[in-house]
């Protein structure tokens, strides 16, 4: 070959060059993701011995949980992060205001129930949207551990005295 040969360009398209076609497509920056439906619901959560009384609404994303806000109830950052699950699933945070009434349990357990009350509430406003990433990721299930009676002649409920051989 001479310096002087041009050579000559190739056009292909995606699938002469062997690359597979993805089933997931890019959505563009113009459009949302997908709609979402905004109403207000209701819903129960119940974790341990934590009762979770919950309401959502149309609104800017303020929480209220007995009166006070989010970050003064659940002065934790884990536990903020965990009631906030069910919105970073579905990518819908500052979008609805929540109202709670939480009683029984602790910190943990009143944080769990707060989660699942709200996964139920997402769930009820639009059940074929919201549904499947809720029930995938695990928020619409409820978490049955309970704590263990006490058994007769243990100190707790697996817990024996100790043992003295003489």
């Not at 707060?114 to 009820?124: D, I, K, T």
């Amino acid at each position: 070959m001479t310096e002087n040969s041009t050579e000559v360009e190739e056009t292909y398209t995606a699938d002469e060059q062997g690359i597979a076609y993805s089933s997931e497509s890019s959505p563009s920056a113009d459009t949302p993701s997908r709609p979402a439906t905004i109403a207000p619901a209701a819903a129960t959560g119940r974790r341990k011995e934590a009762v979770a009384r919950v309401r959502i609404v149309p609104g800017t994303g303020v929480w209220t949980i007995n009166g006070r806000t989010l970050d003064s109830y659940f002065p934790n950052k884990l536990h903020q992060q965990v009631v906030n699950e069910p919105f970073a699933e579905l990518q819908l945070e500052g979008r609805f205001d929540v109202i709670a009434r939480i009683q029984g349990g602790g910190i943990t357990g009143q944080a769990g129930a707060l989660r699942l009350g709200v996964a139920r509430c997402l769930n009820s406003i639009d059940v074929e949207a919201n549904r499947p990433s809720l029930k995938k990721a695990g928020l619409l299930t409820r978490d049955a551990r309970v704590i263990e009676r006490k058994k007769a002649g243990l100190k707790k409920a697996r817990k024996a005295p100790q043992y003295s051989k003489r």
